[in-house]
């Protein structure tokens, strides 16, 4: 039972950096993104724990990707 979460929230976590990534629309004070709804569903499929980790880290790897992309242009 134990793998099952854990593969849930991988895969969520997987969802809310595609949405990131892929799905941004530039705007006047940088650009929105859907991650932040895939972090909503995240939570209400996975309930507020575990939901809350796999945005966390589905983020936390856009945001780290996105560091290296401004270190390499600098």
Request: positive net charge; charged residues 15%; aromatic residues 6%.
């Amino acid at each position: 039972m134990r793998t099952k979460e854990l593969t849930k929230t991988a895969v969520m976590a997987a969802l809310v950096f595609v949405a990131i990534y892929v799905l941004k629309i530039p705007g006047p004070n940088g650009y929105s993104h859907l991650g932040d709804c895939m972090i909503l569903i995240s939570v209400l499929l996975l309930g507020g724990k575990k939901g809350a980790w796999a945005g966390g880290i589905g983020a936390a790897l856009r945001s780290e990707e996105h560091t290296s992309e401004l270190q390499s242009l600098v």
